[in-house]
């Protein structure tokens, strides 16, 4: 029943974790299928880590070639997405509920206008850089979220 639930209230936070990259996301979820399989008490338990395992690095790596690939299309540099980050988690504190995607949005334009000189140019940056970092969290979460499926399939045949 503990593992089950510190299970559970892992996946949650993971999968809360993909959309607010201030909590653990993919890694969370992992973590919670391991504890399941080990102190869970079924065989099933281990299968499930085993596939949630593979969604995971799906996701994890999809998003990750898919957000690089589109950054380097557009010469887009690391150190904008840095700022809109950090941008992001200050919006947290300053604004409860809306601050991190108000924050990392203004972060990554501040900083792209700094780099390109041009607003308009900046503008259109932000926004490709915006819908590439979306793109990957959807691939990312659609893929986590089938893991918690199988994990939650997992602890409820167990029961």
């Known amino acids: 029943m503990i593992a089950a639930l510190a299970a559970g209230a892992l996946a949650l936070v993971g999968l809360a974790g993909i959309v607010v990259p201030v909590l653990p996301g993919s ?3 992992g973590i919670g299928a391991l504890v399941w399989a080990i102190w869970g008490g079924s065989s099933w338990g281990w299968v499930a880590f085993g596939i949630a395992a593979v969604l995971l690095v799906i996701g994890a790596v ?6 690089g690939r589109s950054l380097q299309q557009r010469e887009v540099p690391k150190w904008p997405v ?11 504190f300053v604004l409860p509920g809306f601050g991190l995607p108000i ?13 390109l000189r041009d607003f308009r140019q900046a503008v259109a940056t932000s926004l490709a850089t915006v819908k590439a970092l979306g793109l990957g969290i959807l691939v990312e979460l659609a893929c986590a979220m089938v893991a918690v499926v199988v994990l939650a399939i997992s602890i409820v045949t167990a029961w």
């Open 27 to 29: 890694l969370a979820i």
């Open 62 to 67: 999809s998003s990750w070639l898919l957000t």
């Open 82 to 92: 840095v700022v809109g980050v950090v941008a992001g988690i200050v919006g947290v």
């Open 103 to 115: 924050g990392f949005v203004l972060g990554l334009l501040l900083a792209e206008w700094y780099r």
